[in-house]
């Protein structure tokens, strides 16, 4: 029995499926592809499926977890995309440390998906 695997990649929702697609290759994920209802997109090496589905309640609890070098670089990136122009019911928060050491930048997707742009303390800190 071979029980080996090569990749995990989550289904995410989206309320608007252009909306979104478009929020994500602004913050700079790459578009793998795309069949207008399902799209592949890759930030560095990781990818998830957005796909043209909604149900407010899974949105509003799907969290991504994005281990980054710079969270005050990601805020401030989300803060420039949001203001170049409207993507729905997207927000940024400025980065805050959180218990599990991590200096966290949160932004919310079109569709009320969660990332966190976490930065190690250490990394932070150091």
């Not at 209802?37 to 560095?44: I, M, P, R, T, Y």
């Not at 990601?74 to 420039?80: D, G, K, L, S």
């Not at 170049?84 to 959180?98: D, F, I, L, W």
Request: with cysteine; proline share 4%; glycine share 6%.
């Amino acid at each position: 029995m071979n029980l080996a695997n090569s990749d995990i990649k989550p289904f995410i929702g989206s309320k608007n499926y252009e909306e979104s697609r478009d929020f994500y290759v602004a913050m700079g994920w790459t578009l793998y592809f795309d069949t207008g209802d399902l799209a592949e997109l890759q930030l560095g090496s990781h990818r998830f499926y957005l796909q043209n589905y909604y149900q407010r309640k899974w949105c509003q609890n799907t969290m991504l977890h994005i281990t980054v070098a710079d969270a005050h670089s990601w805020y401030t990136h989300a803060v420039n995309i949001l203001e170049s122009r409207s993507y729905g019911a997207a927000k940024v928060r400025p980065p805050t440390e959180q218990d599990y050491g991590a200096l966290v930048t949160f932004v919310w997707d079109p569709a009320g998906v969660l990332l966190h742009f976490a930065q190690p303390l250490q990394q932070a800190n150091g």
